[in-house]
């Protein structure tokens, strides 16, 4: 067995900084787009794009956004790939509903999605969440005034 075989049977993440640039040199030659016209419609430098092809940059969750938008895909694909979403079968729903939000700025989603991922790790751990007069995180509901 190698290790990307070890890494996929332990569920850990397996790619790196250098592998999306890679799944998004794939996924841009597929489409049959040069770096030039991608780096237009994405709405980013044409080396800065250069750079995260060559691993030698790691975009950010709003620039993966605007990477999907010029190619065409999912953000949700490339945020799987970056490592900033893990693929897991119940979580999809909730993330692809949070993705699709368009009331939501790609900020917004980033960080609902990892404020989700954020509570799925801490209960994993066996964290009890808190009583409903003290709910998680400590902060009481909004209080308010009597009509």
Do not use: C, W
């Not at 800065?48 to 895909?73: M, V």
């Not at 893990?86 to 790609?106: F, K, Q, Y």
């Not at 991922?117 to 998680?136: C, I, K, L, V, Y």
């Amino acid at each position: 067995m190698n290790v990307d075989e070890l890494k996929d049977a332990a569920k850990l993440p397996t790619l790196t900084v250098g592998t999306i640039g890679d799944f998004i040199r794939e996924q841009r030659e597929q489409a049959q787009v040069s770096l030039r016209q991608l780096s237009k419609l994405a709405g980013v430098s044409n080396p800065y794009l250069s750079q995260i092809e060559r691993g030698l940059r790691k975009p950010s969750a709003e620039i993966l956004q605007q990477i999907a938008k010029g190619l065409r895909i999912s953000a949700e694909q490339l945020y799987i790939r970056a490592g900033i979403l893990e693929n897991r079968i119940g979580d999809s729903e909730v993330v692809a509903t949070i993705l699709a939000e368009p009331m939501l700025t790609e900020r917004q989603k980033s960080v609902l999605i990892e404020i989700y991922e954020s509570f799925r790790r801490e209960n994993a751990h066996g964290t009890e969440p808190t009583s409903e007069a003290e709910p998680a995180g400590g902060f009481a509901p909004p209080v308010r005034p009597a009509p």
